[in-house]
């Protein structure tokens, strides 16, 4: 007697080398990395896609053309360029839905805008850098902007250090290392102890300081928001130019973040710990 094949759960391919499901991973992942690309520019064309992507042009042109029969990606007639659909945007308010810190948040970050007159943003940690989910532009001429979404390296951003002073050493360091410490301008920071020593101030003193780490002539200041265990799951910064934003400025925009930073973390039933606790 023939003994029954054993059943496979449900929703498991029959083997994993199957030459049909790698193709449609394949094909997933390239569709996901031109969603990638096409966020980080209002428009692009089909070429500057392409090269990008690293993917030959007709490759580029049948996903596109896929992604915008499901209103993904539109495309712009009157320039010949492509850009994020509205249904990309429908399902990246699902996250802003579930993640309610990015719009409690936003009243406390207007008001830190008007009596700090520069930009507001509010950033997360998502595998290892910051990105920035919410912004409150100042109306000031010259001006700091990030794009919402926008990646930036946890070792030189305000928020990003905020949230690493107040991580036990040993998760910051795995961080740093995974990441890695590269010099984006003269100030970036790339040393491990010089590191370590600026957060621990950073903590003591409630704010962490970006001195034209990221970008060459701007400066921001950030503080931690805690969640209900007293861990630090976000950060609200002031960005501007260094001409405006000097360091003695930012010292007494300190207490204006921490009230902010205090706020948002109220509104979300959080709880800030001690300064003083030894984080190991």
């Known amino acids: 007697m ?3 094949e054993a059943r496979r759960p449900r929703g498991r391919p029959r083997t ?11 094909s997933l992942e390239r569709s996901l990395s031109l969603l990638k690309i096409l966020s980080q520019a209002d428009s692009q064309t089909l070429a500057e896609l392409s090269q990008r992507a690293a993917m030959p042009t007709s490759t580029v042109h049948r996903i596109l053309s896929t992604l915008s029969d499901n209103g993904f990606v539109q495309f712009f007639e009157s ?6 659909g509205v249904e990309a945007f429908r399902i ?14 936003r009243g406390a970050m207007s008001d830190l805008m008007e009596s700090s007159h520069e930009t507001v943003n509010l950033g997360l940690l998502d595998q290892g850098e910051v990105v920035f989910v919410s912004q409150i532009e100042c109306r000031q001429t010259i001006r700091a902007f990030f794009r919402t979404g926008e990646r930036r390296a946890i070792h ?4 990003g250090k905020a949230l690493l002073s107040w991580m036990p050493r040993s998760k910051a360091a795995d961080i740093l290392h995974q990441k890695g410490m590269p010099r984006l301008t003269s100030h970036t920071i790339t ?3 010089t590191m370590f020593g600026a957060l621990d101030l950073f903590r003591r003193q409630g704010w962490a ?15 931690a928001i805690f969640n209900e265990y007293g861990e630090a799951i976000a950060g609200v910064s002031v960005s501007g130019p260094s001409a405006r934003l000097s360091l003695e400025r930012i010292a007494s925009l300190g207490e204006m973040l921490l009230a902010t930073a205090g706020r948002i973390t109220a509104s979300i039933g959080g709880i800030k710990p001690s300064p003083l606790v030894n984080i190991v």
């Open 156 to 159: 030189a951003s305000g928020v």
């Open 2 to 4: 023939t003994k029954p």
């Open 191 to 193: 040393d491990m102890e």
């Open 92 to 105: 990246g308010m699902g996250f802003q839905r579930r993640n309610q810190l990015a719009i409690v948040g």
């Open 209 to 223: 300081v970006d001195d034209e780490e990221a970008s060459s002539g701007m400066r921001c200041a950030a503080a």
């Open 16 to 26: 994993i080398a199957d030459s049909k499901t790698v193709k449609n991973v394949q």
């Open 79 to 84: 320039d010949q360029t492509w850009g994020i």
